[in-house]
């Protein structure tokens, strides 16, 4: 899967940086808009990992790390 629950963690942050940037702010309903996208995909995750715990043979989509599974690094952390 492309998109993981890191990606997304990140691109949260890179729109408060963009709110926080004084020469040229991200505009408030397009953060708006990102962090209600944002919700959606979380609350699709909660409900893929309460699928996945009440199945005893299923298997997530890839967007959470399964069990043993590292967490990919942050970017820019210079750890890729």
Request: no cysteine; charged share 30%.
């Amino acid at each position: 899967m492309k998109n993981k629950i890191e990606d997304l963690r990140n691109h949260l942050f890179a729109t408060l940086e963009a709110l926080q940037d004084t020469e040229k702010p991200m505009e408030i309903d397009r953060a708006r808009a990102i962090a209600d996208v944002a919700k959606v995909i979380v609350d699709s995750a909660k409900v893929e990992v309460e699928f996945v715990k009440a199945s005893s043979n299923a298997v997530g989509t890839g967007f959470l790390p399964q069990a043993g599974e590292r967490a990919r690094p942050a970017l820019g952390s210079g750890k890729q």
